[in-house]
């Protein structure tokens, strides 16, 4: 398995960032996905998961109504749209799978929201 997150970088408050996560090593249709992120000095969260046909998702509360996931099973890459951000989105984003009861992690990419 391996998850590689790309998209993070530097935005001002307000602004907007695609993450996008390409996954690979196994059958990425068949599986739920979700974002992860942590900020400094904090435990990882759940940003936000997406069912494995994309049909269906759930956000964290902070999150709901900023950000989107979705998925594009023909590409094996999942997407997390965030819009409105704030500085306290500010953290490093990770894409997870659950297979088989073990958790798989990409690297992460960082995003900060600073004027």
């Known amino acids: 398995v391996q998850l590689v997150e790309s998209g993070g970088g530097l935005v001002q408050p307000g602004g907007s960032l695609r993450l996008s996560c390409a996954a690979s090593?196994?059958?990425?249709?068949?599986?739920?996905m979700s974002w992860y992120r942590q900020a400094p000095g904090k435990e990882r969260e759940l940003v936000a998961t997406v069912t494995s046909a994309g049909r269906s998702t759930n956000y964290a509360d902070s999150m709901k109504g900023r950000f989107t996931i979705s998925r594009d099973n023909a590409k094996n890459t999942v997407y997390l749209q965030m819009n409105s951000l704030k500085p306290e989105d500010t953290a490093v984003y990770y894409c997870n799978l659950i297979r088989y009861g073990l958790n798989y992690w990409g690297k992460g990419t960082l995003v900060t929201v600073s004027s």
């Open positions: 090593g196994f059958t990425f249709s068949s599986y739920a």
